[in-house]
């Protein structure tokens, strides 16, 4: 299974939408982490770094210390969506 720019945008957007809580916007960020980690899962190679960048970004999102607020997600929407 592949995760894709997209994937990770839609989860970014369904949380500030407010339909996915910062726990379980952290939980995914993690799982797809560790899938990846594991190799359970894939990333085209051109987006590896991306995604493992926002990935890391976004799986200590429930924790205050490490937490992105609104802007920094906004940020993190921009780069996915850069070619």
Known sequence: MILVR????AKIEEHLAGRLGVEGLAAW???????IDQGDRSVN?????????VLDALMFADNESFAP???????LLARLQQP
């Open 29 to 35: 960020a993690f799982d797809r982490f560790y899938e």
């Open 69 to 75: 607020d609104e802007a920094d997600l906004q940020r």
């Open 45 to 53: 190679p051109e987006d590896a770094e991306v995604v493992a960048d």
């Open 6 to 9: 997209s994937d990770v945008i």
